[in-house]
T-cell receptor
Framework: NAGVTQTPKFQVLKTGQSMTLQCAQD?????MSWYRQDPGMGLRLIHY???????DQGEVPNGYNVSRSTTEDFPLRLLSAAPSQTSVYFC????????????FGSGTRLTVV | DQQVKQNSPSLSVQEGRISILNCDYT??????FLWYKKYPAEGPTFLIS?????DKNEDGRFTVFLNKSAKHLSLHIVPSQPGDSAVYFC??????????????FGQGTILTVHP
């Protein structure tokens, strides 16, 4: 099925560990984004990309890295996990042409202990 | 600095009645607005959008109203159904250039529709 696929769905990390959250879309969308959802905060933008090789920071980028080597994939790297990064992470994509809603993945629930 | 605000954390409505969810924004550069619906353990799902050149957009039971002078938008659901029970997020973007890649979300409103 066409859409946005996130892996893993759940992850527990120890403080200081690193990991990569994977995101892939098969809709040939130019724009991709990473958000985190925390209680009472809504969704906050971490990083986004408007095409392969182009990334930019969002509202809460500290502690995260991204790269966009292909149109399909947009991985999010946690460099040294901290308890403050415990959250639900969503990846989303949308075409650049026209104004349409983003398509979201089902999320990765990350706990840092 | 919360640029998009949903001041009602929750709303309870009887089945068949109207649900009205509200959203306020402060950034004058925002010119494209969206509503998303989210069920537990799922990603948000796009519902409806409106650009600043319009003041109303309808899609079935869902209507979004935009009041640019008040920097306020609302989502009307008529008639409300129990399956509409979810968290509703409003979001905004500056559609110019690559800023469209950045959505700013409100905190969300939990809608409960009672049978």
């Amino acid at each position: 099925n066409a859409g946005v696929t996130q892996t893993p769905k759940f992850q527990v990390l120890k403080t200081g560990q690193s990991m990569t959250l994977q995101c892939a879309q098969d809709m040939n969308h130019e724009y991709m984004s990473w958000y985190r959802q925390d209680p009472g905060m809504g969704l906050r933008l971490i990083h986004y990309s408007v095409g392969a090789g182009i990334t930019d920071q969002g509202e809460v980028p500290n502690g995260y890295n991204v790269s966009r080597s292909t149109t399909e994939d947009f991985p999010l790297r946690l460099l040294s996990a901290a308890p403050s990064q415990t959250s639900v992470y969503f990846c989303a994509s949308t075409p650049a042409t026209g104004l349409r809603g983003y398509t979201f993945g089902s999320g990765t629930r990350l706990t840092v202990v | 600095d919360q640029q998009v605000k949903q001041n009602s954390p929750s709303l309870s409505v009887q089945e068949g009645r109207i649900s009205i969810l509200n959203c306020d924004y402060t950034n004058s550069m925002f010119d494209y607005f969206l509503w998303y619906k989210k069920y537990p353990a799922e990603g948000p799902t796009f519902l409806i959008s409106i650009s600043s050149i319009k003041d109303k957009n309808e899609d079935g039971r869902f209507t979004v109203f935009l009041n640019k002078s008040a920097k306020h938008l609302s989502l009307h659901i008529v008639p409300s159904q129990p399956g509409d029970s979810a968290v509703y997020f409003c979001a905004a973007a500056d559609a110019g250039g690559t800023s469209y890649g950045k959505l700013t979300f409100g905190q969300g409103t939990i809608l409960t529709v009672h049978p």
